[in-house]
């Protein structure tokens, strides 16, 4: 978390933003990402250049070349705020070689960023369709000046930072981004307990969240893994992944990802539920995920084997259809879902929970209540834990009734550290042979499968949480009326009292 002077900097900076006319807050941090990129270049050609200094030879493949040099960040930096805008902007004329002739082309910064490497680079990738909308030279000196603070080396830092601006998409209340609590992530997180041979997947990841916190989970509880070369090959390349449908969301992940240590995540712009998602089958053993509750879709743009599974419009079921096809056998998947998927009595609904429960394994089911994801919905969802298994397995689902995860569920979100059941829900997770004997009238429990089957598969925890009711005993009306007619007459030889006393 940051505080002090730096998180006023950037309170600062956002501000900035919104008065020099940028007021779309995916937009603002889409611009600060761009600059925090351009360092990051220049950060690692500089780290190139000590390391090949110290060895008395050259940089192999440098990132600029030596003409290149005022579009580096160590340069532009320094320049006055008309004299950087231009470079970000007019650019340089250089000569380079075109088709065989020697030719002049003129360069800016922002472009430089967007098209280094070749097309398959990690850089041009995620750098596609970006645009500069920065348009006043006193802004982006700015801009500049205050990320220069910043210690790119620091990857707690730096992901604390952009943690921080993308928090600030909730405040902002725009473009309905969901965006999910961290603390509920790292919740999902530790039940799910990530290992270092996992292959991960976010199927809507939109800030990717939880391949951050998946990140962070393995470097608190694996840290040895980072020094095994066949772990860091696998940790680059193939463990963290995820589909988003909007061209900005990617880029804001894929940064986040960066920023946290994660410097090649499989990152596709794609429709999770089309056809052109229709290849990832079997391919990860584990999901994380708090996919769109944005309503319904044609049959015809969903991939016909989710359909196959559960037919339906809705997004909500579409996802929970998709993650069971992208799972391993095997695979095992925590998604928070919206609390009508626990008793839904459409037909499709009914499907999927069977599927859940009959064909698949489900371990866990938690409600939580309807102020988690506010200021910008009021919505009450509930988490699934289950694992894919094409052969059943649920034996008896455990049930837990959050009440509180450690903020007001108001508007406001302020801290109740006093209440908060999230370390409960973890403690309780991690040691379910202690659970058996836990009545219907508490917090947490189990229910066997053949009961949730008798009722129709629901899944909701009001159908089957017990409410024990206090028996009170009161005083017959009669004894309750002459009370109140003695009560009257103390107040009013009170009264006499009183009156006597004021006119002493």
């Known amino acids: 978390m940051i505080t002090g002077q730096l998180k006023s900097d950037i309170d600062k900076l956002w501000e900035t933003f919104w008065t020099g006319g940028i007021a779309n807050p995916l937009t603002v941090i889409e611009q600060i990402t761009y600059l925090l990129f351009l360092k990051r270049l220049d950060e690692v050609q500089l ?8 060895l008395g030879v050259k940089v192999k493949n440098p990132m600029y070349k030596a003409d290149e040099t005022p579009l580096r960040w160590n340069h532009f930096k320094n320049k006055s705020p008309e004299v950087m805008f231009d470079l970000f902007t007019s650019g340089i004329e250089l000569e380079r070689t075109v088709d065989g002739n020697s030719k002049k082309v003129r360069i800016n910064a922002f472009e430089f960023m967007k098209n280094i490497g070749d097309d398959n680079s990690v850089f041009t990738r995620y750098m596609k369709g970006a645009t500069f909308l920065i348009g006043e030279s006193r802004l982006l000196d700015k801009a500049v000046q205050m990320l220069d603070k910043i210690n790119m080396d620091d990857r707690d830092t730096k992901g604390d930072i952009y943690e921080y601006l993308l928090s600030k998409i909730a405040s902002a209340g725009q473009n309905g981004q969901f965006r999910t609590p961290r603390h509920i992530i790292r919740m999902m997180v530790d039940m799910v307990q990530p290992t270092k041979e996992d292959t991960i997947c976010d199927p809507s990841a939109g800030s990717c969240g939880f391949l951050v ?11 040895d893994a980072f020094h095994q070369k066949k772990f860091r090959e696998h940790y680059t390349t193939q463990m963290f992944n995820g589909t988003e449908n909007d061209a900005s969301m990617v880029r804001i992940g894929a940064m ?3 920023l946290h240590g994660i410097e090649n995540p499989n990152l596709r712009k794609v429709d999770a539920l089309s056809e052109d998602n229709a290849h990832t089958k079997d391919a990860y053993s584990l999901i994380l995920a708090n996919p769109p509750f944005k309503g319904s879709l044609d049959y015809d743009v969903v991939e016909s084997s989710i359909l196959q599974m559960v037919k339906t419009k809705k997004t909500e079921l579409l996802f929970l259809g998709l993650m069971l096809r992208q799972l ?15 008793f839904g009595s459409s037909k499709a609904h009914k499907k999927i929970r069977q599927e859940l429960v009959e064909n698949q394994q489900l371990q866990a089911v938690i409600s939580m209540p309807s102020g988690v994801f506010k200021p910008y919905a009021g919505v009450s969802t509930a988490i699934l834990f289950f694992t894919r298994t ?6 008896k689902v455990w049930f837990y009734d959050m009440k509180a995860d450690g903020y007001s569920l108001d508007d406001k979100r302020n801290p ?12 309780r997770w991690q040691n379910l042979d202690q659970e058996n004997n836990r009545t219907r009238t508490e917090q947490s429990f189990f229910v066997p499968f053949e009961e949730i089957k008798n009722e129709d598969w629901d899944l909701s925890i009001n159908r089957y ?14 004894v309750i009326i002459r009370n109140i007619k003695q009560m009257d007459k103390e107040r009013e030889q009170l009264f006499v009292d009183l009156e006597k006393m004021l006119e002493i």
């Open 416 to 427: 109740t550290e006093d209440k908060n059941d999230i370390p409960d829900i973890i403690q």
């Open 465 to 478: 949480k017990e409410i024990f009711y206090e028996e009170i005993e009161y005083d017959a009306s009669d």
């Open 328 to 342: 391993k056998v095997g695979g095992r998947a925590a998604v928070i879902v919206p609390d009508g998927i626990l």
């Open 256 to 258: 986040n990802l960066m």
């Open 47 to 54: 780290s190139q250049e000590k390391n090949a200094n110290l």
């Open 390 to 395: 094409d052969s059943g397995g649920t034996d």
């Open 213 to 223: 916190s998946v990140d962070d989970y393995l470097r608190e509880n694996h840290s």
